[in-house]
């Protein structure tokens, strides 16, 4: 079931080519939350080799590159949660139910277009800053390491904590069973052990990338909570690409 779960993650979180037989079931999907910081260890390291590849290309071509690899592994599933929620919470006008309606609305507005295209200018930028300030052996700087392999571990570390701690509001749903079906003692070691790893080897830049997500997500948090009384799946979405762009431009600055 750990196997199946860890896959359920992958096939969730990535484009990556995962096809499940038989499609999984509700305890299943709730496990795979499990697995939620390993996928983003996951992606970290392919942006990682893809940046390191790319040394010869100038550097805001290498990092248009390597951010098109990020949109594209993740099918653009967070962007998407973050246009909702963007859209949501200014034409909520502070109403619950208003909010939920648009969070639905499949349509995007001109919120959510700014939304993205600020937190895409904000990676790219802090991606650019990372290779003008890198070493001739970038496999051995830990900044540059840091900068592409902790923002995508931090970020969906973030979900089993957000989903542990607070309400989901939707019936219904892959949400619903990732609440409903949680291993919520699994998830603590997870989370516990995941901040202790990134604090020993990612040291100045783990401690500053560990501070402003902790932040990030305790005021988002209580953001959704004083909107929506919990959270949704767009929610969790637009907290991963907050949390990652916020991460990513404190390590490129450290």
């Keep these: 079931m750990l196997l199946r779960s860890a ?6 979180l990535t484009r990556f080519p995962v096809r499940l037989k038989p499609p999984p079931v509700a305890r299943e999907i709730g496990l795979s939350l499990l697995w939620y910081p390993a996928i983003g260890l996951l992606l970290g390291l392919l942006l ?4 390191t590849l790319l040394l010869q ?22 962007l998407d949660g973050l246009a909702d929620t963007a859209d949501a919470w200014v034409g909520g006008r502070g109403d619950r139910d208003r909010t939920l309606a648009i969070m639905k609305d ?8 700014a939304a993205v295209v600020c937190v895409l200018l904000l990676k790219f930028g802090a991606i650019s800053a990372v290779r003008d300030g890198g070493s001739a052996r970038p496999w ?4 540059f390491a840091c900068a592409y392999i902790l923002p995508p571990l931090l970020a969906r570390s973030s979900i089993p904590l957000l989903f542990i701690q607070t309400h989901y509001v939707r019936p219904g749903g892959i949400g619903a069973s990732l609440a409903q ?8 070691w997870i989370i516990t052990l995941t901040a202790v ?9 783990g401690l500053v990338a560990i501070a402003v997500a902790a932040a990030a997500y305790l005021l988002l948090r209580r953001t959704f909570i004083r909107r ?27």
């Design 7 to 12: 896959l359920i993650a992958v096939q969730f």
């Design 48 to 51: 990682w080799s893809a940046a």
């Design 57 to 78: 290309l100038a550097p805001p071509l290498a990092a248009a590159i390597v951010l098109v690899i990020w949109v594209t592994s993740t099918g653009a599933l967070h």
């Design 106 to 113: 499949p349509y995007a507005g001109p919120v959510a277009v």
């Design 140 to 143: 051995r700087d830990l900044h």
């Design 181 to 188: 079906h949680q291993s919520r003692a699994g998830g603590q």
């Design 197 to 205: 790893l990134i604090l020993v080897i990612g040291r100045c830049h």
């Design 228 to 254: 929506l009384g919990g959270v949704t799946g767009d929610c969790a979405g637009a907290m991963i690409e907050i949390i990652e762009v916020l991460s990513l431009v404190a390590i490129s600055c450290s």
